[in-house]
């Protein structure tokens, strides 16, 4: 794979590098992008239809089973080259932020540290009157248990279509984006508000912005370099490229 001399320079000379990744460098380890159609039971939904405080107040069950459906899925899931790429940046270049629109855990399975999370995590369960964390509950397969201190429904602590991102996890990404002198979009259909807005704070202060994903996206015009592979065969050879080491990354065994 062959990269362009810029990109190699702009990673070795960067102060601070953001990364945004979408559900595509989940792909490559099992997980389905919300772009790709749904298997078996869930094939017939629409998963942005069911990311949503209306759905769960229509239907609780239906959205629960389905959360629960993909936190088997990501628990049978490893971290794949492209996550074990992006932990191992971490200590190539004086600073990372890593933000993820993802909600799979998959990024701190890999050994990346102070992942900002926009929207939230599907491994954890909070109640929905009051937000209150629960990590366990008795398996009735009865719909969403009710919060032992409250009372109120679980649903899964991830943001759903039509509220808010954590105003922390926001402001930390903003601040990042609008910080850094290299900005990495990797694996993301650029569609989603407000993280698809990110790439711009770095793109208007004429900040490389280095897009990787086999798809073109609408932010693929403006990007300085756009490597239309995917993150798992691409970010292990860029860093390959650019600072030595193996490129052949296998779980679990990657250089420190
Ligand atoms: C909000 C958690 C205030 C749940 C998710 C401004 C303009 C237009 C619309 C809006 C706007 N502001 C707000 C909206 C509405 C909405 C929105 O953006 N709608 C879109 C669809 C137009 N945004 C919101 O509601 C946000 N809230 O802004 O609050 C507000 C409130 C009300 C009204 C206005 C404002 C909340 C958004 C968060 C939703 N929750 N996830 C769950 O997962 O169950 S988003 C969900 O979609 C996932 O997180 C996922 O990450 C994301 C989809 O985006 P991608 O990650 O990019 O994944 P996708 O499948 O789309 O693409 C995958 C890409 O990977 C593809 O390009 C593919 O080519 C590529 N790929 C595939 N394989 C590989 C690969 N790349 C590399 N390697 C590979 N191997």
């Known amino acids: 794979m062959d990269f362009p001399p810029s990109l190699l320079d702009w990673l070795r000379q960067a102060k601070h590098v953001v990364v945004l990744t979408g559900a595509g460098v989940s792909a ?3 997980v389905p992008t919300f772009r790709q159609a749904q298997t078996g039971l869930w094939a017939r939904y629409d998963p942005s ?24 899925l990501v628990a049978r899931a490893e971290p794949n080259p492209g996550h074990l790429a992006l932990a191992r940046l971490a200590s190539l270049v004086p ?6 629109q993802n909600v799979d855990g998959l990024h701190q399975r890999a050994g990346s540290r102070d992942v900002i999370e ?14 209150h964390p629960v990590s366990g509950w008795p398996d009735t397969g009865e719909g969403p248990p009710p919060c032992p201190r409250c009372g ?25 984006a609008r910080a850094c002198d290299l900005f990495m979009a990797i694996g ?32 693929t015009p403006h990007a300085a370099a756009a490597l239309a592979y995917p993150a798992g065969e691409a970010l292990p050879a860029l860093l390959a490229a650019a600072f030595g080491g193996s490129s052949g990354e296998t779980p679990g065994t990657h250089p420190p």
Do not use: M
């Open 28 to 30: 490559e380890s099992g």
């Open 49 to 72: 239809e069911l990311a949503t405080p209306d759905a769960f107040r229509r239907d609780p069950k239906l959205v629960w089973e389905w959360y629960a459906w993909r936190r088997q």
């Open 95 to 100: 600073r990372l932020t890593l933000v993820t």
């Open 118 to 131: 926009l929207h939230g995590n599907l491994t954890r369960s909070k109640c929905l009157d009051h937000g």
């Open 152 to 176: 109120s429904p679980l649903r899964p602590d991830v943001v759903w279509f039509g509220e808010s991102l954590p105003y922390e996890a926001l402001g930390a990404a903003l601040a990042a």
């Open 188 to 219: 993301t259909s650029a569609l989603v508000q407000p993280a698809a807005s990110l790439p711009s704070q770095a793109h208007e202060r004429r900040v490389p912005v280095v897009e990787i994903n086999p798809q073109a996206t609408p932010l």
